[in-house]
């Protein structure tokens, strides 16, 4: 599967949108973006996913550039819940189903009052 | 969304002993389980992925014969570390996948040998 970067960590005062940029210049035509986050000492949370239209559900919403060689994951009114570890994965989509999920780094959020 | 469970949350136990991780997907049948463990600061790493019915295939530097997967039933998956020493404390974590469909996480369990 493609390698993501992501920044190591980013800002956002509460209630403001929250745009975290990821990178995936290598991505193929089967590979899926999807985000996850990790609150501290918990399990990853799925957050969105998409192939290369944009997507939104009650959580985020999911912009992918035309030539999908990025992708920002926007949370629009950020809350202090929302600080987390953001990870960008590229996964592939094979006949027997998804690839397994692969996790780099990430982004850490931190949203303040 | 579907659910994951894990037991137990958290456990703390002597060098040398066993300890067993339940992980069961509660309203979902799992075709395919994983398991992940995460050091402190660190990104989680994916130990082993077990297909129900089938021996679990380990990642490469993961010992097979030191965290034992079973994988019995479509909602149940168990890692047991074995002889368990203060450098295996982590966060160990499972998730669940059905095919063609996303995976979810359980809550994680904290390991602590002493």
Redesign the interface.
């Known amino acids: 599967d493609a390698k993501t970067t992501q920044p190591t960590s980013m800002d956002c005062a509460e209630g403001r949108a929250a745009n975290l940029p990821c990178n995936h210049s290598t991505i193929s035509g089967n590979e899926y973006v999807y985000w996850y986050r990790q609150i501290h000492s918990q399990g990853p949370q799925y957050i969105i996913h998409g192939l290369k239209n944009n997507e939104t559900n009650e959580m985020a919403s999911l912009i992918i550039t035309e030539d999908r060689k990025s992708s920002t994951l926007i949370l629009p009114h950020a809350t202090l819940r929302d600080t987390a570890v953001y990870y960008c994965i590229v996964r592939s989509r094979m006949n027997s189903g998804y690839s397994t999920l692969t996790f780099g780094k990430g982004t850490m959020l931190l949203v303040s009052p | ?1 579907a659910v ?1 469970s ?1 037991h137990p949350s958290w456990v703390i136990c002597k060098s040398g002993t066993s300890v067993k991780i339940e992980c069961r997907s509660l309203d979902f049948q799992a075709t ?1 389980m ?1 398991w ?1 463990r995460q050091f402190p600061k660190q ?4 130990m082993a ?1 077990s297909n129900e019915g089938s021996k679990a295939t380990y990642e490469q530097g993961v010992e097979k014969d030191k965290f034992l997967i079973n994988h019995a039933s479509l909602t149940l998956s168990t890692l047991t570390v074995t002889s368990a020493h203060p450098e295996d404390s982590s ?1 160990y ?1 499972c ?1 669940a ?1 059905v ?10 369990t ?1 390991l602590t040998v002493l």
């Open positions: 969304g994951v894990q395919t994983f992940y990104s989680l790493m994916l992925t966060f974590i998730s996948r095919p063609a469909a996303s995976q979810y996480f359980g809550p994680g904290r």
